[in-house]
């Protein structure tokens, strides 16, 4: 795979950690893009444990037969104070163009798990799909924290170079 058809996330993954080498513009055009992939990661994440909120939230109503219709729930169910999350402290800019693309990644490789009429199906077949955007959430994460752990040595480095004095805010500044 060529450098201009490989997709951000292998480039992201595949980087040489030996940062020592690198320019520091480098560095920053690095960890500016390890950063991104890591907000369209946490995107896609959100958009799983909406569906998987969302899930959850009909199987328990049908078992404690509440017939309610789950759109009048929907803002209840999303707010979601039962499960606290690990938040991350970084800020995370989405990219509206790549985030479409993250969208249709996973709508692509969850296939025909599309549930428009949630009341009408199954539960056993909810749980089937609860139970693959399980799993993929939880690659989805694996992957995240690698990038964050990516983004991480970039920060190091950079701040390690800051203090040793091989870069100035000038430098920074006047890019």
Known sequence: ???????RLDRVLSADLDLRRLTTARLRACRAEA??????????????HGRIDIIAAELTARADGDSSPLIG?????LADHSTPRQVSAR????????AGE?????????GDLDLPDLASCPAARLHEV???LSRHEREISALRRTVQQVVDAYAAEL???YR????????????
């Open 102 to 110: 993250y969208r249709q990644a996973m709508e692509a490789s969850l």
């Open 91 to 98: 800020y995370q800019p989405i990219d509206r163009a790549r």
């Open 130 to 132: 609860a139970d693959r």
């Open 164 to 175: 040793e004095g091989e870069a100035t805010v000038d430098e920074l500044l006047a890019e």
């Open 1 to 7: 795979m060529t450098a201009h058809t490989e997709r």
């Open 73 to 77: 729930r929907l803002i209840e169910i």
């Open 159 to 161: 701040a390690r170079r």
């Open 35 to 48: 950063i991104a992939e890591e907000a369209d990661l946490s995107y896609l994440r959100r958009l799983l």
